[in-house]
């Protein structure tokens, strides 16, 4: 037992191990509880397809050699952005989704790349240097969206008829609409099949760019940036390609997140969105080095399953309090700081 | 030795000298325009801003002043002093449920609080030994980690395994604190206890008493051989170590003092305050503490009393005056509250970005150099 233990939790990791033990426990409470099993199901799926793309954002940043995106909030804010033109521009649907997704790249590209230049001159200092500046870019928008000069009443103040509102309903602008894209029933549960199917096509997408040249150049920098540069890679630019990728999969990531959720969260909303994409990326069994698509979905699915199965399961047994949202930041910042410790020092 | 390590920073400092003179004046003097310019256009009455300073800065100097020895000691910004906050909390609610009121009620909770706040600094220094170099970033997530178990207690185990039956602090349920807790009954048993009043600004003799106290006992330890000890592992950890430190245990020691001086801090800043937030009110702490002290000029190498007394000074007034700015210029006092919360997050993010830089650019030269 004790080396079958050892086994596992060397193969998987303890974040992942633990997670599952955790997970499995729960959905057991859940069947003793009587609790609605299908709903459950679909609650997990939706959640994978709402969050699927954001942690996938982590996976060009770690195999750049940039580490853990913790400025992931910058990504995300060129996505609420864009999402904001789409719905000023009165679109409405596929169109208005398309639309907000194409117009975040650009955002997201120069971004990046500011972002990325800044990230090659605190070489070693990213995930501190990153942590602070994506708090500080949240916050300097907050003041953007009170000034920025939106138009549409679906999103500025009723009163006073200036300044976006903290959320930003989308229901009849493209809430869903990838949700409910070829959407069936599966015991009497609709299933998010397009948002899954866009999470998978975008990982596909993103593993087959590891495979070109300038995937394989990228994680060659990222595990061994002397190696690499012996070798002819531009290390630096290739730390600054992993971060504008990672910043347009997280301006994508945050309007299909929002077409999901029905809502665009504005100013202090993206503060702490990134620690859970990092969480999820790590629970799946990735580290500050090394990611790949595999861990990407796997740790979408435990970390996200676990939120969505938790919330009835600990909601029912303790009803005050909010419970389910102390597991939550226990276990997320839990698995951070797991992997931080397993890093180790500089010495 | 010690002339060795001089020398050496002699060096240093020639050589970035102008790099120096930018970052000890420049931000100071930047703030001070800042809040110059503000409080013109807040169009507030300077009693008031006076007022507002004094009661300020006895409050929120002693969390500001805890973050100074693990700079000194090279483990940069202590982001981890929200841990220490709970302990204080901690404090707070053990003389809540004795009920304990006054100034006896604040020393008790000031004792409470100690032993918990030494075993949280252990720990914290525990978890920085192994990620040395890294000690911000992991601070501030053991700070977030901290705070979600902090919860889970006092959600889970208030009534159930620490047996309370308070129904004015539990939840209707029996089980967990309430979200907010009144702490009237021991609100200003500091600040109170002697107050002068000099043309209308009214000033707590005692709390500036116990800051100066703090003040004189931090001088006084940078002066004894612990405190060079601190100076030796913050100059180069390698050399402190070979010169016969003990690193790991100064590092210790650093962090645990760092620690106890938030939990004391924090209970100073909510008997003035006078509700606890019993899940929140620790969250910013570590935030506001080194935004102040890194607006006084100080970096994350370097951090004087004086930069933390300047900086909590000009932080603060800043929070006085930008929403009040904000609505005269903007119309508006949400802009200058979004300002304020910019400036703090901001300053941290630039003094980080300019340590990383100079750290990454001293390692370039060398290599370039071997």
């Known amino acids: ?347 | 030795m010690n002339t060795q390590i001089d020398i050496s920073k002699r060096k240093q400092t020639s050589k970035i000298s102008f790099m120096n003179i930018l970052a000890n004046y420049s931000v100071p003097i930047l703030f001070v325009i800042i809040c110059m310019l503000g409080i013109y256009a807040s169009k507030l009455n300077m009693t008031y801003i006076l007022n507002e300073i004094v009661i300020r800065l006895s409050r929120n100097l002693f969390l500001v002043l805890a973050l100074i020895i693990p700079v000194m000691a090279g483990m940069g910004l202590n982001f981890a002093i929200v841990i220490g906050a709970m302990a204080g909390q901690i404090g707070l609610i053990a003389i809540k449920v004795l009920d304990m009121g006054g100034f006896t009620g604040f020393l008790m909770a000031l004792l409470i609080s100690t032993p918990f706040a030494l075993l949280f600094g252990y720990g914290t220094g525990q978890i920085l030994n192994k990620t040395k170099g890294k000690e911000m970033i992991t601070g501030l997530m053991l700070g977030y980690f901290a705070n979600g178990l902090y919860q889970l207690v006092f959600l889970t185990f208030m009534g159930t395994i620490i047996p309370v039956n308070n129904p004015e602090i539990i939840l209707s349920g029996g089980v967990g604190l309430k979200n907010a807790l009144d702490l009237k009954f021991i609100q200003y048993s500091l600040d109170n206890l002697i107050k002068l009043d000099i043309a209308g600004v009214k000033i707590p003799v005692v709390t500036i008493l116990f800051i100066l106290v703090l003040c004189f006992v931090l001088r006084f330890v940078i002066k004894t051989k612990l405190g060079q000890d601190f100076r030796a592992l913050g100059q180069d950890i390698n050399i402190a170590e070979v010169s016969g430190i003990n690193t790991n245990k100064t590092r210790l020691i650093a962090i645990t003092i760092s620690t106890v001086l938030a939990a004391w801090g924090q209970i100073i800043f909510l008997q003035n305050i006078g509700t606890l937030n019993t899940y929140n009110s620790h969250e910013q702490v570590g935030m506001f503490a080194i935004a102040a002290l890194l607006v006084g000029g100080a970096s994350v190498t370097k951090a004087t009393i004086g930069q933390a007394v300047v900086g909590t000074l000009l932080f603060h007034t800043l929070f006085i005056v930008s929403p009040f700015a904000g609505k005269n210029l903007f119309g508006d006092a949400q802009i200058g509250e979004y300002f304020r919360s910019f400036i703090a997050y901001g300053v941290i993010a630039l003094s980080l970005v300019l340590h990383a830089w100079q750290k990454y650019m001293k390692e370039h030269n060398k290599e370039k150099l071997g």
């Open chain 1, 1 to 347: 037992m004790k080396e079958f233990w050892k086994r596992i939790t060397d193969k998987y990791g303890y974040p992942k191990v633990l997670i599952t033990i955790f997970l499995i426990i729960l959905c057991i409470i859940a069947v003793i509880q009587q609790q609605n099993l299908p709903g459950l199901l679909k609650d997990s799926l939706v959640r994978i397809g709402m969050n699927g793309v954001l942690v996938l954002a982590m996976v060009p940043s770690i195999n750049s050699g940039t580490g853990l995106n913790f400025g992931l909030s910058i990504g995300i804010l060129c996505g609420i952005l864009a999402g904001c033109i789409s719905i000023e521009l009165k679109l409405t649907g596929m169109t208005a989704l398309i639309a907000a997704i194409l117009m975040s790249i650009p955002f997201s590209v120069i971004a990046g790349y500011l972002y990325g230049l800044l990230l090659n001159r605190v070489k070693g200092d990213e995930m501190t240097v990153g942590t602070y500046m994506g708090f500080s870019i949240v916050s300097l928008m907050c003041i953007g969206w009170l000034l920025l000069p939106f138009q549409s009443p679906d999103m500025i103040w009723a009163i006073g008829g200036k300044g976006l509102r903290t959320t930003i309903a989308l229901a009849d602008k493209f809430g869903k609409v990838l949700d409910d894209f070829l959407s069936f029933n599966v015991l009497g549960e609709p299933v998010p099949t397009g948002s899954l199917l866009f999470f998978g096509l975008m990982c596909v997408i993103v593993w087959l760019f590891f495979k070109t040249k300038t995937g394989v150049a990228m994680i060659a920098a990222g595990d061994n940036a002397k190696f690499a540069a012996a070798n002819g890679i531009n290390v630096n630019q290739q730390r600054v390609i992993g971060t504008i990728l990672s910043m347009v999969l997280g301006g994508i990531g945050i309007v299909i997140y929002a077409q999901s959720f029905g809502f665009f969260q504005l100013y202090t909303g993206p503060l702490m969105m990134p620690f859970m994409a990092v969480s999820a990326v790590l629970i799946g069994g990735a580290s500050a080095k090394k990611a790949n698509i595999a861990n990407v979905v796997s740790g979408t699915t435990l970390f996200f399953a676990l939120l969505a199965i938790s919330l009835p399961v600990i909601n029912k047994m303790m009803p005050e309090g909010n419970l389910s949202e102390v597991i939550r930041i226990i276990v997320t910042y839990g698995v951070i700081l797991y992997a931080l410790t397993k890093v180790g020092g500089d010495n």
